[in-house]
């Protein structure tokens, strides 16, 4: 069985892009949640998605976003990239109630 | 959520088995104690996990006070590529899955 599946692995973008991560769960996999790891705040919960619909938000501004589409699948967006967004950004899956499962994350660094 | 707390790092030589305590007294009666370890640079990786009993799967086992009060994670025979932090979760099953990790203790196996 497939793990969960973060692309792209690496990518570094200029401060004022914007960025769109992908994550494809385990499969049967409905609630999928993202996480940033920075030196500085460890590793930090961003959102949370079940059913194309989120549940559950951390404290990071408006300019992080994220979907989850019906097949679970979800994406996480970064605009206005400030050089402070520079992290590993983790996807997380589970069935719900049970073990979160995480990925191998993708590392994004803001010039 | 409850506050967890572990000690910063610990040393254990290889081949022996490796002790990991964590705090979680204001752990509510339906959250379960999860065990995960991230390895530099990798996404986090589910070790254990347990409600009120001790747990033992093929990775380590899990020892949970009858008050629920602390655990303590052991690796009975820790090798080189156990090196890694290790953290402590509280978790209810039910509801939003939100993991808020702590900063985990830094676990050094020696040759």
């Known amino acids: 069985k497939a793990g969960v599946t973060q692309t792209p692995r690496y990518l570094i973008k200029t401060r004022g892009q914007q960025v769109t991560l992908s994550c494809s769960p385990i499969?049967?996999?409905?609630?999928v949640s993202w996480y940033q790891q920075t030196p500085g705040q460890g590793l930090q919960f961003l959102f949370e998605y079940f059913s194309e619909t989120q549940r559950n938000k951390g404290n990071f501004p408006g300019r992080f976003s994220g979907r989850q589409f019906s097949n679970s699948r979800s994406e996480m967006n970064v605009s206005t990239l400030e050089l402070g967004d520079s992290a590993l950004y983790l996807c997380a899956s589970s069935l719900y109630g049970n073990t979160i499962y995480f990925g191998e994350g993708s590392w994004l660094t803001v010039v | 959520d409850a506050k967890t707390t572990q000690p910063t790092s610990m040393d254990c030589a290889e081949g022996r088995a490796a002790n990991l305590p964590c705090n979680h007294s204001?752990?509510?009666?339906?959250?379960?104690v999860y065990w995960y370890r991230q390895i530099h640079s990798q996404g986090p990786q589910y070790i254990i996990h347990?409600?009120?009993n001790n747990e033992t799967n093929e990775m380590a086992s899990l020892i949970i006070t009858e008050d629920r009060k602390s655990s303590t994670l052991i690796l009975p025979h820790a090798t080189l590529r156990d090196t890694a932090v290790y953290y402590c979760i509280g978790l209810q099953r039910q509801g939003a899955q939100k993991l808020v990790f702590g900063q985990g203790t830094r676990l050094t196996i020696n040759p």
């Open positions: 499969s049967g996999h409905r609630s």
């Open positions: 204001t752990i509510s009666g339906n959250e379960y």
């Open positions: 347990g409600l009120k």
